[in-house]
């Protein structure tokens, strides 16, 4: 049972650049969450997904885009990566309304130059 | 809208000593209230929550205890360890928020031997 996974770990990109971060979760869960770190401000939620095939907008959605093909994965893509986006992203997974634990991943640091 | 506001760190403490790190929260109604750790290198686990005011939540000898009153959910315990050096977030969900997560902006604690 591995949990919540992300891929990649790190990843350096150019302004203007796009790239893909997978997440991934073998608990079943039914809403998955993607948020970014950034010094001194906590986690703050861009998008979540309260099943297989929906996706909602969280609180700082602009410049990325997700999709939830799978109730196991994810995905969360950034079209034309900007130095804003330099963060650390955290994706989560619950069960659903029924409990609130979120689960997190490891993380994965993007920096934009 | 809603809102939490934590101690800024770092704080550093010897070994056996009391920890107390505090969280204030502006939400309307009455929210649940979360603690979580990250520590180095991983993604955050919940420490401890409590739902209703009054409640008090505990794992592995932290503490924290819902107050209304104050409008706070200060993490206490009562003698650190090396191996609780990570960085604290305190976080609320808002009774009409779903099941997303509002959080502090961390607090990192080191503990020395």
């Known amino acids: 049972n591995a949990g919540v996974t992300q891929t990649p770990k790190f990843r350096v990109l150019k302004t203007g650049q796009s790239m893909t971060l997978l997440c991934a979760q073998d608990?079943?869960?039914?809403?998955m969450y993607w948020y970014r770190q950034d010094p001194g401000m906590g986690l703050r939620l861009i998008h979540y997904s309260v099943g297989e095939g929906t996706t909602a907008k969280g609180e700082v959605p602009d410049g990325y885009n997700v999709s939830r093909l799978k109730k196991q994965n994810f995905l969360l893509g950034l079209e034309s990566a900007a130095p804003s986006q330099t963060s650390v992203y955290f994706c989560a997974s619950s069960l659903g309304d029924t409990t609130y634990e979120q689960y997190f991943g490891p993380g994965t640091r993007l920096t934009v130059t | 809208g809603n809102s939490v506001t934590q101690m800024e760190g770092p704080v550093t403490l010897s070994e056996e000593a009391f920890l107390t790190i505090n969280c204030t929260y502006t939400a309307t109604g009455y929210p649940s209230l979360f603690w979580y750790v990250q520590y180095p290198g991983e993604g955050l686990q919940l420490l401890l929550k409590?739902?209703?005011?009054?409640d008090k939540g505990s794992n592995k000898g932290f503490e924290a205890t819902y107050r209304k009153e104050t409008t706070s959910f200060h993490l206490e315990k009562g003698s650190v360890q090396v191996s609780d050096s990570a960085v604290y977030f305190c976080?609320?969900?808002?009774?009409?928020?779903?099941?997303?997560?509002?959080f502090g902006g961390g607090t990192r604690l080191m503990v020395k031997p």
């Open positions: 976080a609320l969900r808002a009774l009409n928020a779903g099941n997303m997560l509002t």
């Open positions: 608990m079943n869960h039914e809403y």
């Open positions: 409590a739902t209703k005011a009054d």
